[in-house]
């Protein structure tokens, strides 16, 4: 992707840890990014940062989103819940690199305690979830079914 991308990131308490490295990271690469939250440890409602995220890509001030809960699971049903949205948990590059290939996910979920500190995996997937273009083709009919009007 040869754009500056817009990204939006947020997390619950669980997250909120690992949102501030993930941010930190994202910077030191030129991303332009949009932290919807949350902002501290306290205990916070999952649902209200997915969808903060979720409606920050819907808009278009943002190309994709980051979201992190303890899982990355309740962030990614949460998001999920709006058409347009494809969240997907990813704890490897090769799921990151399958979910944009073939599912053209504009959301990435991340388990902070399924990743646990394990900062350079981390990276990586996000890396490849940024890299990796849709293929479209066959995915770009699946992709299209996803959405129930």
């Known amino acids: 992707m040869s754009k500056i991308l817009n990204i939006a990131v947020g997390s619950d308490h669980a997250g909120y840890e690992l949102k501030s490295v993930v941010i930190d990271y994202l910077n030191t690469k030129g991303y332009k990014i ?16 997915a969808q903060a995220v979720a409606k920050e890509i819907l808009s278009e001030r943002s190309e994709v989103g980051i979201l992190i809960c303890g899982t990355g699971i309740g962030v990614s049903i949460a998001a999920n819940r709006f058409d347009g949205i494809r969240a997907a948990v990813c704890s490897s590059e090769e799921l990151a690199e399958i979910t944009r290939k073939h599912n053209d996910a504009n959301v990435l979920s991340l388990g902070s305690r399924v990743l646990g500190d394990n900062i350079e995996l981390i990276k990586s997937i996000i890396e ?22």
Do not use: N, Q
């Not at 949009?34 to 940062?49: A, N």
């Open 34 to 49: 949009t932290d919807c939250g949350c902002f501290s440890l306290e205990s916070v409602d999952y649902p209200d940062y």
């Open 128 to 149: 490849k979830f940024l890299s990796t273009e849709f293929e479209g083709g066959r995915h770009l009919i699946r992709r299209d079914k996803l959405d129930i009007h």
